[in-house]
């Protein structure tokens, strides 16, 4: 099998130990905001599936990844 991939946008929201200002959930929406407008796409109708990860260890909070597909847009 012959998979190709490509990265075409990226976007954050910024790294700080404690952010009592705005939830976890709100900086992921914010990442996600900049990721598609940094690639010019449309989440709504651009985009096909999320796929997303992560390790509930270093999160804090099990079964994190299950906490991100909202944010995204993938609803």
């Known amino acids: 099998m012959n998979y190709r991939v490509a990265v075409v946008g990226i976007g954050?929201?910024?790294?700080?130990?404690?952010?009592?200002?705005?939830?976890?959930?709100?900086?992921?929406?914010?990442?996600?905001?900049?990721a598609y407008a940094d690639a010019g796409v449309d989440p709504r109708k651009d985009i096909e599936?999320?796929?997303?990860?992560?390790?509930?260890?270093?999160?804090?909070?099990?079964i994190f990844d299950e906490y991100t597909p909202d944010q995204l847009g993938a609803l």
Do not use: C, I, L, N
Request: zero cysteines.
């Open 12 to 34: 954050w929201y910024g790294f700080r130990p404690v952010t009592p200002d705005v939830s976890y959930k709100e900086m992921v929406y914010q990442a996600a905001v900049r």
């Open 49 to 62: 599936s999320f796929v997303t990860v992560a390790e509930d260890f270093h999160e804090g909070t099990s």
